[in-house]
């Protein structure tokens, strides 16, 4: 299951890794979360951000799967919605093309934050793994400066279209 998720966000990365000539400002969020027991399931929530256009699919996997349908809206950002991300880009080190992973031995939820950023030839990627519940998540760089772009990305987001919702991966 855990391959079966770092193809699966590398593969939605892969686009951003690229870096495009024309400097068109590009964005893709992918967000698992899920649980190992006799109901396993997961959900993936998936944003492509490419100029001014949004994507976002939800998909359910396992139990949940077979009784959910996915999701898919488009959302037109506008400027100010733009730069309040490239801004938030900007304010933080980016780590370029790091992973994280948070491990708690016998733990039944996972998740995985996967988020690239490109922009002309420029592209930087970062990937967290592990368990919500993990005793140094919450103190790692890393990982609150992907809650921070993740939450802001997925305000602005329901500010556009109300059944888009987020809720943090730790509490």
Request: aromatic residues 8%; glycine residues 8%.
């Amino acid at each position: 299951m855990k391959t079966i998720c770092l193809l699966a966000i590398l593969f939605a990365l892969f686009p951003v890794a690229l870096g495009r000539p024309d400097k068109k400002f590009e964005l893709s969020l992918t967000l698992i979360r899920g649980e190992r027991s006799k109901d396993t399931h997961s959900t993936t929530q998936m944003v492509r951000i490419s100029g001014d256009q949004a994507t976002f699919d939800l998909t359910y996997h396992g139990r949940r799967g077979p009784n959910q349908k996915p999701v898919q809206r488009t959302v037109t950002l506008t400027k100010a919605d733009l730069k309040s991300i490239e801004k938030l880009l900007g304010q933080h080190t980016w780590f370029p093309d790091e992973s994280c992973e948070f491990v708690r031995a016998g733990a039944m939820t996972y998740f995985s934050i996967g988020i690239g950023v490109g922009s002309g030839e420029k592209a930087s990627n970062i990937l967290l793994t592990g368990t919500p519940g993990h005793p140094e998540i919450k103190a790692n760089k890393k990982y609150q400066y992907a809650n921070l772009l993740v939450t802001e990305i997925f305000r602005i987001l329901h500010e556009h279209d109300s059944d888009i919702e987020f809720s943090a991966v730790v509490n």
